[in-house]
């Protein structure tokens, strides 16, 4: 299922799916990221794509083979926590939901 958050933004869900080329048009849209085409040359050389875009950290964005700066790792793997945090709060309100629900049906299916 595909979300988007709030601000018209795309999900996890929906950055996971990117192609590189898709992950990089994401990031370019990122004005306070300041990643210069170096930065985006990097993504591409070491075909990073939306799933794996995800799960980097900031100890692998540091590292080789990316090596970023510390302010350009520290800026990416904010996106990063902000769509995986994103996500899961969307995880838990819909378990929740569905709970619910399915509590409510059950009362009145046994009533």
């Known amino acids: 299922m595909s979300t ?3 601000t018209g933004n795309p999900s ?13 048009d994401f990031l370019r849209g990122i004005e306070k990221l300041n990643l210069d085409e170096n930065d985006f040359t990097i993504l591409r050389d070491q075909d990073v794509e939306g799933s794996a875009f995800v799960d ?8 080789q083979p990316f090596g970023f700066s510390g302010g350009k790792a ?3 793997a ?3 926590k902000g769509l995986n945090s994103q996500s899961k709060f969307c995880k838990i309100v819909y378990f929740v939901r569905l ?9 009145a299916v046994i009533s």
């Open 4 to 6: 988007s958050t709030a």
């Open 12 to 24: 996890v869900e929906d950055v996971e799916k990117f192609s590189t080329n898709q992950l990089e």
């Open 56 to 63: 980097l950290t900031y100890e692998q964005l540091v590292a």
């Open 74 to 76: 520290t800026r990416l």
């Open 78 to 80: 904010r996106v990063i």
């Open 99 to 107: 709970a619910c629900y399915s509590t409510d049906v059950f009362q």
